[in-house]
């Protein structure tokens, strides 16, 4: 119950904004990192994938009507992925976790110990990880600003 509470703000409305953006996943085992913005809101996204070739992905940062509410949404739209991911992190900014889900293929959910909610602004991959990973949703909570 408490999860239908803390999604009830970013059910789609016609005021909700969403920006999408397509960005690709780089191979070869170095670092690489793709952000975006919207507002004070900002979604980044690290990882160090192998195998395969570059794949397009695609990240949403949304925001709810009142602005209360973010959201970031990394995924490889609705097709497997063939990289095999070593580690990711996906940090936020400008808003607090409260909710996150990771999938691999198939719309798998990953088990809990393999990935972890680092404070309140990290969801990261752990040594338990079974590198494959195809979609992270992050709901978030605007940090409140004193006038």
Not at 37 to 44: A, R
Not at 62 to 80: H, K, L, P
Not at 95 to 102: D, G, K, M, P, T
Request: aromatic share 10%; proline share 2%.
């Amino acid at each position: 119950m408490r999860l239908i509470a803390c999604l009830l703000p970013f059910l789609a409305s016609a005021n909700d904004v969403h920006e999408e953006e397509e960005f690709i996943v780089y191979p070869g085992g170095e670092e690489h990192s793709f952000s975006k913005s919207m507002g004070e809101f900002k979604c980044t996204y690290t990882y160090i994938t192998q195998g395969g070739t570059n794949e397009a992905w695609n990240m949403v940062v949304g925001r709810n009507a009142d602005g209360t509410g973010y959201s970031c949404t990394v995924s490889r739209d609705n097709q497997m992925t063939y990289l095999y991911t070593e580690t990711f992190t996906l940090k936020i900014e400008g808003a607090s976790i409260e909710h996150f889900v990771v999938y691999g293929n198939e719309e798998r959910r990953l088990l809990t110990p393999e990935t972890k909610q680092r404070g309140k602004s990290i969801v990261e991959s752990t040594d338990d990880f079974g590198h494959e990973v195809a979609k992270i949703s992050v709901i978030g909570r605007a940090k409140k600003t004193d006038l």
